[in-house]
């Protein structure tokens, strides 16, 4: 098969490479916007399946089937000017000649669009490969889960972050005993801090999920009582019949690296705010682009990045792409989970206040500038009714009440003697160290709500309308 355009020379030709959430966008934008009156539109995706919603994969898990994540009509791509090559992988960029090769043949671009995401990382590790080696990012992944899971009792997810606590519910949803083994000492390490870890921790493990922190695998050999024996330092290891690795993930950017395009620091095809590459023909978008050396693991950022090239290409006025906000709202195994700018509060001089709910396992982080004055970050576990507030106040820079706490505490807090809002001069991680020995040395109080503050900060007011004041006494963390 030869894709030249032998009978469309008065078109330029626009290819892009790649049939996920970004590079759909991308053809939506580059329609809506009149595109085909100028260009013929190659697609080329390595799935076999068009462009779907990766955000709601798991919902292949809970009875939706492959036609139904779809985020078109097939329709779309049988417009005239438009052709699909699904199941088509792109092999190499000849810049010279400006011709993307695959199997099947070439194609000539007058303008190449990179939308090629990102694969899932897994870690080298002794014995992993069939059943005790799967992915959690496409449709097929999904399908060898299902495959793996039916003879299976027991499923492990190596990796406790947004991805993996979510295969971990898959896997639940498939009938099987779950499992989260994290690297790190809590999970989320990206989006939460030390309490919120525990407090996410805890609501999990309730829900029968077994959590292991601090553990790396260091080798999969045949297990006794299941098929594989994960084996950790000192003798520990775990037993399981399928094992799905969500380590994070790498930027798709091969092809660009062969082609020698620039990469950025930390992998990915480096863009300006254009979202072009050093290759004035090559546009990169969504997860396989690095802007400023930063790479965008999020949907939205990646559309922001679709909307603005094809804006450019249609000859309209474009926004730069000058990064994104990565705050996250999610519900993970039915637990609310959000994250929200500078959750751990490396900002110099930012101060943190936190309510913390043992009983359920909820808390509630807010953290404000050196001035006090406004929002910098915050992070919430089990309820996320508060996150769109204190998302407001961060980007819209509001300035905060006269009592800060007052954004996180229940809005019943003032009628509870138990409430408190107090300053700790301690980092958090000293925190969580004293709350851990505290919870196994003595029952949990319900609820009590901490406001952590500088040592030269004077303490916070009461909470208006609420019974207690700042309290030096210690917090059911503490
Ligand atoms: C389970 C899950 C849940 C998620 N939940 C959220 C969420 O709640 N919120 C959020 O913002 N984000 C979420 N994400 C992330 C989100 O899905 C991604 O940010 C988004 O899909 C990125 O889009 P993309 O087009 O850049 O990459 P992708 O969607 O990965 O698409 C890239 C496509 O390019 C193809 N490709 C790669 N190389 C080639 C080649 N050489 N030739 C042809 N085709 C190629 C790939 O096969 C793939 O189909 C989630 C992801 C997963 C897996």
Redesign the pocket.
């Known amino acids: 098969m030869n894709f030249k355009n032998a009978n469309l020379k008065a078109l330029k030709t626009l290819v892009v490479?790649?049939?996920?959430?970004?590079?759909h966008h991308c053809v939506e934008q580059l329609i809506e916007r009149g595109a085909l009156e100028h260009y013929h539109l190659h697609v080329?995706?390595?799935?076999p399946m068009r462009a779907y919603d990766?955000?709601h994969?798991?919902e292949y898990f809970t009875g939706r089937d492959a036609e139904s994540l779809a985020l078109s009509e097939a329709s779309l791509y049988q417009t005239p000017g438009i052709t699909l090559h699904l199941g088509v992988?792109?092999l190499e960029i000849d810049r010279a000649r400006r011709e993307v090769i695959t199997a099947q043949g070439c194609v000539t671009y007058d303008t190449l669009v990179l939308?090629?995401?990102?694969y899932p990382f897994v870690p080298p590790i002794e014995g992993a490969e069939g059943d005790s080696r799967l992915v959690?990012?496409t449709l097929q992944d999904l399908d060898a889960i299902r495959a793996a899971a039916a003879n299976a009792r027991r499923g492990v997810v190596v990796g406790g972050g947004l991805?993996g606590l979510?295969a971990a519910n898959a896997l639940k949803s498939l009938g099987l005993e779950a499992h989260v083994v994290e690297f790190a000492p809590r999970l989320m390490p990206v989006q939460l801090d030390d309490f919120g870890g525990l407090a996410l921790k805890t609501q999990i493990e309730r829900l029968g999920v077994g959590v292991h922190l601090s553990r790396a695998t260091q080798s999969i050999s045949a297990g006794e009582q299941y098929r594989y024996r994960m084996n950790f330092a000192n003798d520990e290891f775990l037993e399981t019949d399928l094992i799905v690795f969500s380590a994070g993930i790498r930027a798709?950017d091969a092809?660009a690296r062969e082609a020698g395009l620039e990469i950025g620091p930390r992998g990915g095809v480096a863009i300006n705010d254009e979202c072009l590459s050093c290759d004035p023909h090559i546009y990169a978008i969504?997860?396989?682009a690095s802007w400023n050396g930063s790479l965008f693991?999020?949907?939205?950022p990646?559309y922001q990045m679709a909307r603005g090239v094809a804006a450019l290409l249609c000859g309209q006025a474009a926004e730069p792409f000058v990064g994104a906000d990565m705050s996250t709202k999610?519900k993970l195994l039915g637990v609310d989970v959000g994250s929200i700018g500078d959750a751990h509060a490396h900002t110099p001089g930012a101060r943190s206040y936190q309510f913390i709910d043992e009983a359920s396992a909820s808390y509630r982080r807010l953290v404000v500038d050196a001035s006090g004055k406004h929002v910098i970050g915050a992070v919430l576990v089990g309820d996320n009714s508060y996150y769109d507030t204190l998302l407001q106040y961060m980007q819209n820079a509001i300035a905060l009440p006269a009592e800060p706490a007052s954004l996180i505490l229940p809005s019943s807090a003032a009628r509870r003697p138990w409430a408190l809002a107090r300053c700790r001069n301690r980092p958090p991680s000293a925190r969580a160290t004293t709350s851990t020995r505290a919870r196994s040395a003595r029952p949990s109080m319900p609820v009590a709500a901490t406001s952590a503050c500088s040592s030269r900060r004077p303490r916070p007011a009461p909470v208006a309308g609420a019974a207690p004041a700042c309290s030096s006494k210690s917090s059911s963390m503490s």
């Open positions: 490479v790649g049939n996920g959430m970004v590079g080329f995706s390595e799935e990766r955000v994969l798991s992988p792109v939308a090629t995401g990102s959690y990012r991805l979510e798709q092809l969504g997860e396989c693991g999020l949907v939205a990646g999610l």
